[in-house]
C-alpha cells in the first residue's frame, strides 16, 4: 500500500510520486512538490498575470496529455475558485438520467460507483457494487448514445480526472454516487420513471448515505400541477434530507417542465462565462425559466453551462477517431493532413483524445449538486433549506439580467463554501470586518494549531496578528487601526502553510505562485 504524504500547499493525503511531478513544471518554484489541486492553482495565477495563452500553454507543460490538448477549457476548480480543501468526501450523491458508463474518473484508483439502478421498468433492477469491484450492470458496454448523457453529467459532477492527470475533475472528486437509469423499454423518459427513480432513492437513502439528487432530465407537462406525481416526489425527497437538483432546461423560454418545476427542488439555469475568470463577461445562456407548480420564481440559480469538459464514450466510432485526430495532429503527417485533423478536432469539440467540452444545463445542475457535496463535507448538518440559502446568498448577479431569469445569480462554490462554515458559527462574521475601530480577520479550519496574518500594511512583519481560537476551529484576530490603502493579506497556518482567504472574493496574485486576498481600508 502507498503511503500518503500531505501536500505541503492544502495537505490532502497525496502520494508522494504525484507530489513529486510539480517540480518538474517550470512556472513550480516550491521544491518540496504540491497535489493537482494546488498546481490547478497556480495555474490560474498563470491566467491573471499573463492571460489566457499561457493559461493554455501552462495546461499543456503541468499535465502532459497523450497527445496534447486542442482547446484549453478551464478546469471547473477553476471556473468556480473551488475551495481545494473539500471534494465531497464522505458524501453520496445520485445522478439521475438516460444512461450511464462506468467511466476511469468514477472507477479508478477507487470505485466510487455504489448502485446502478434501472428505474425505467418495475420492478427497479439494482447492482451494488463496493470500493473493491469493478461496477458492471446489464447494457454497461453497450455503446449507446443514450449512455453518453449520464456518462457526461455524472462526470463533469463528480469524475476526478483520471485519463486528465487530475486536471478536468468535478468538484466532488471524492463523492461516491449512485447512478439511476430512468429511461423506458421505449427509449423515452417520462414523469413516470421520474418519479420511480425518485421514490426508489427516497426508500433507498439511509443505507446509501444519500445526500444529494441532480436530475439531468425533463418529464411531461400536466395539467392542473398538483397532479404532477413528479413534484410530489421530489418534495418527499427532500423532506427526507435530500438536497435535489434539477437542470431548467434550454430552450430560452417561459415554460418548465418537471422536475424542473418542483417547488422543492433547486431549478438551475445557465450561463456562458466565455471560459473566462471575468464576472463583467458572463453573459446569460438560453435556459428556461418560470415558475413553479407551488408559484415559486424559478430558476433559483444559474451556472455554467458552456465549455464544461465531459469524457468522450469509451469505445464508440468517436473515441477511435479522436485518437487517430489526436495522433495527426502531433504525428509526422502534422504538416499535410494536421489542418484537417485540427478542423475535425473543432467540429467534435475535443479537448484531448479523451474528453470534449459540453454545452447545457445537463451541465449547470450537476456543478450546483457537487457544489452542495461540498457543502456537505464541511458541515454535514446543513439541511435542504440552509443548503439554499447558502447557494443563493453567496451566488453573484449576472450583469444586466433580470431576476426572473437568474434568481440569486450565478454559483460561487468557494464563497458558498465559506458562508457554510460560517453558518456553523453564527458568531462569526465574514472576513475580513472593516469598522471604525479597526480591521479583524477570521478564519475556520480545524486542523490549524495556531494561525496569523500577515500583510502589505506593516510590510509582512513578523508576528504579523495572531488570531486566537474562539470556537472549535473558528480562528479570529483582534481589531487592528489600518490606515486607509489597499493592502494584500494572507493566513499563515501552523507557520508552515499560506492561505489566502477563503471568505473573501477579491484576489490578486503574490507574485510567487499563490494569490493574495485583497483589503480595503476606506478613508475616513
Same mark, same amino acid.
Given at each position: 500500500m ?8 492544502c ?11 510539480a ?17 490547478q ?7 491573471l498575470?499573463?492571460g489566457d ?16 490538448a486542442a482547446?484549453? #477549457?478551464l478546469?471547473t476548480p477553476l471556473? &468556480?475558485h473551488?475551495d ?8 453520496t ?6 444512461g450511464f458508463y462506468?467511466?476511469?474518473?468514477l ?5 466510487r ?23 458492471r450492470?446489464?447494457?454497461?458496454d ?7 448523457h ?7 459532477a ?18 461516491d454516487v ?8 421505449s427509449?423515452?423518459?417520462t414523469?413516470e420513471?421520474i418519479?420511480r427513480?425518485?421514490?426508489w ?5 439511509s443505507?446509501?448515505?444519500l ?5 439531468? #432530465? ?9 397532479l404532477n406525481p413528479v413534484d410530489?416526489?421530489?418534495?418527499d425527497?427532500v423532506?427526507a434530507?435530500?438536497?435535489v ?13 418537471p422536475p ?11 450561463i ?5 475568470l471575468d464576472?463583467?463577461?458572463?453573459a446569460l ?19 455554467p453551462s458552456?465549455?464544461?469538459a465531459?469524457?468522450?464514450l469509451p469505445?464508440t466510432a468517436?473515441?477511435a ?9 502531433t /504525428?509526422?503527417?502534422?504538416?499535410s493532413?494536421?489542418?484537417i ?5 473543432a467540429?467534435?469539440k475535443l ?11 445537463s451541465?449547470?445542475?450537476p ?7 461540498c457543502l &456537505?463535507?464541511?458541515?454535514p ?32 462554490a ?5 458562508l457554510a ?5 453564527r ?6 470586518q ?6 479583524s480577520?477570521s478564519l475556520?479550519d480545524?486542523?490549524?494549531h495556531q494561525?496569523? #496574518?500577515?500583510?502589505e500594511?506593516? /510590510? ?12 472549535? /476551529? ?11 490603502g489597499r493592502y494584500?493579506?494572507?493566513? &499563515?497556518?501552523d ?15 503574490d ?7 485583497l ?6
Open positions: 502507498t503511503h500518503l504524504t500531505p501536500c505541503p500547499g495537505q490532502t493525503p497525496t502520494d508522494p510520486a504525484v507530489l513529486a511531478e517540480s518538474q513544471y517550470a512556472f513550480w518554484r516550491k521544491p518540496d512538490g504540491a497535489c493537482p489541486a494546488c498546481v492553482q497556480q495555474l490560474l495565477q498563470e491566467l498575470k499573463k495563452e499561457a493559461l493554455h500553454q501552462g495546461v499543456q507543460a503541468a499535465w502532459p496529455l497523450d497527445a496534447g482547446f484549453g #477549457v478546469p471556473r &468556480l473551488a481545494p480543501r473539500f471534494a465531497g468526501r464522505g458524501v450523491l445520485a445522478l439521475v438520467d438516460s462506468p467511466h476511469p474518473d472507477v479508478q484508483p477507487r470505485n460507483i455504489r448502485a446502478w439502478v434501472d428505474a425505467g421498468r418495475e420492478p427497479v433492477r439494482v447492482r451494488r457494487f463496493t470500493p473493491e469491484k469493478t461496477p450492470w446489464p447494457g454497461w453497450s455503446r449507446r448514445g443514450w449512455q453518453w449520464g456518462l457526461m453529467t455524472s462526470v463533469v463528480a469524475g476526478n480526472g483520471f485519463l486528465s492527470h487530475s486536471l478536468y475533475r468535478g468538484l466532488a472528486s471524492e463523492a449512485v447512478l439511476v437509469q430512468a429511461r423506458d423499454s427509449g423515452a423518459i414523469n420513471t418519479s427513480a425518485l421514490r432513492l427516497l426508500a433507498h437513502a443505507e446509501l448515505d445526500r444529494v439528487a441532480s436530475l439531468s #432530465v425533463a418529464g411531461d407537462l400536466v395539467w392542473p400541477p398538483a410530489r416526489a421530489v418534495a425527497l423532506a434530507g435530500v438536497v437538483v434539477a437542470a431548467a432546461g434550454n430552450d430560452g423560454v417561459r415554460r418548465l417542465v424542473a418545476t418542483a417547488p422543492q427542488a433547486l431549478t438551475i439555469g445557465g456562458d462565462d466565455h471560459n473566462l464576472h463583467e463577461q458572463i445562456w438560453h435556459s428556461n425559466y418560470g415558475l413553479s407548480s407551488g408559484g415559486r420564481l424559478k430558476p433559483e440559480l444559474v451556472a458552456i465549455w464544461l465531459a469524457p468522450v469505445g468517436v473515441a477517431e479522436a485518437q487517430r485526430l489526436f495522433a495527426t495532429r /504525428g509526422a503527417g502534422r504538416a493532413s494536421g489542418a485533423a485540427e478542423d475535425r478536432i467540429e467534435l479537448i484531448t483524445p479523451y474528453y470534449q467540452h459540453v454545452d447545457g444545463t451541465f449547470a445542475a456543478l450546483v449538486a457537487s457544489t452542495v457535496a &456537505l463535507e464541511a458541515r448538518s446543513l439541511a435542504p433549506q440552509l443548503v439554499r440559502d447558502v447557494l443563493q446568498a453567496s451566488a453573484h448577479p449576472v450583469p444586466g439580467v433580470g431576476r426572473e431569469r437568474q434568481g440569486a445569480g450565478a454559483l460561487e468557494g464563497r458558498a463554501v465559506a462554515l460560517r453558518e456553523m458559527h458568531q462569526v462574521q465574514p472576513s475580513p472593516v469598522s471604525p475601530a479597526g480591521v480577520f475556520h480545524h486542523q490549524a494561525v496569523q #496574518v500577515f500583510g500594511w506593516d /510590510g509582512w512583519r513578523a508576528p504579523g496578528l495572531v488570531a486566537r481560537q474562539m470556537d472549535k /476551529g473558528v480562528w479570529q484576530t483582534e481589531e487592528r487601526p489600518i490606515p486607509p494584500g493579506y494572507k493566513f &499563515l497556518l507557520g508552515t502553510r499560506w492561505l489566502d482567504d477563503p471568505d473573501n472574493p477579491v484576489k490578486a496574485p507574485g510567487f505562485g499563490g494569490l493574495n486576498a483589503l480595503n481600508v476606506p478613508a475616513g
